[in-house]
T-cell receptor, first 113, second 114 residues
Framework: NAGVTQTPKFRILKIGQSMTLQCTQDMNHNYMYWYRQDPGMGLKLIYY???????DKGEVPNGYNVSRSTTEDFPLRLELAAPSQTSVYFC????????????FGNGTRLTVT | GENVEQHPSTLSVQEGDSAVIKCTYS??????FPWYKQELGKGPQLIID?????GEKKDQRIAVTLNKTAKHFSLHITETQPEDSAVYFC?????????????FGTGTLLAVQP
């Protein structure tokens, strides 16, 4: 199993551009999450999904959108990139909501200039 | 909502010494407390977790303790080795585990000096 795969690994965007961060998992997990990691700030939950067709906001959803059309894929969309969205983005999945491990991808480092 | 505080932000120990990282949480409904290790350039990886009905859990050189009354939990690493050097995050389930949303602490950079 590849686990959780994120693409791209790195990306530089200009202010106002749009992009989609891709995330796919091959573990048949229903639960998927997007976190952003800023220096000294830990990980903040952006959006999460409890299954195909169901998404909900996390702690810091402004400026982002998600969709979940399949169990495997959970893309994160930035519509109008801003410097405040410069961060490392991690996608994660879990099998069960009742306290099971989150499996993280290796992240996408995004810089908005 | 849940808030998790983590201390210290950096910790330097000599190889073979013990390391302790402490976290406090605010929501008494939280019932799941995992610890993640993040190596450079990689995503966090679970190293140990504890549930609210257990006070202590050990796995070889790693242990976690939970004090529900005081709302704090700690990670203990004994006989530290250079490969333990990484960033460690504590977390708490933000909604009692209904959706496994985790609220993370701000991380501790552990450096083990050979």
């Amino acid at each position: 199993n590849a686990g959780v795969t994120q693409t791209p690994k790195f990306r530089i965007l200009k202010i106002g551009q749009s992009m989609t961060l891709q995330c796919t998992q091959d573990m048949n997990h229903n639960y998927m999450y997007w976190y952003r990691q800023d220096p000294g700030m830990g990980l903040k939950l952006i959006y999460y999904s409890v299954g195909a067709g169901i998404t909900d906001k996390g702690e810091v959803p402004n400026g982002y959108n998600v969709s979940r059309s399949t169990t495997e894929d959970f893309p994160l969309r930035l519509e109008l990139a801003a410097p405040s969205q410069t961060s490392v983005y991690f996608c994660a999945s879990s099998y069960d909501p009742r306290g099971s491990p989150l499996h993280f991808g290796n992240g996408t480092r995004l810089t908005v200039t | 909502g849940e808030n998790v505080e983590q201390h210290p932000s950096t910790l330097s120990v000599q190889e073979g010494d013990s390391a302790v990282i402490k976290c406090t949480y605010s929501d008494s409904a939280s019932n799941y407390f995992p610890w993640y290790k993040q190596e450079l350039g990689k995503g966090p990886q679970l190293i140990i977790d504890i549930r609210s009905n257990v006070g202590e859990k050990k796995d070889q050189r790693i242990a976690v303790t939970l004090n529900k009354t005081a709302k704090h939990f700690s990670l203990h690493i004994t006989e530290t080795q250079p490969e333990d050097s990484a960033v460690y995050f504590c977390a708490a389930s933000g909604d009692g585990g209904a959706t496994n949303k985790l609220i993370f602490g701000t991380g501790t950079l552990l450096a083990v000096q050979p």
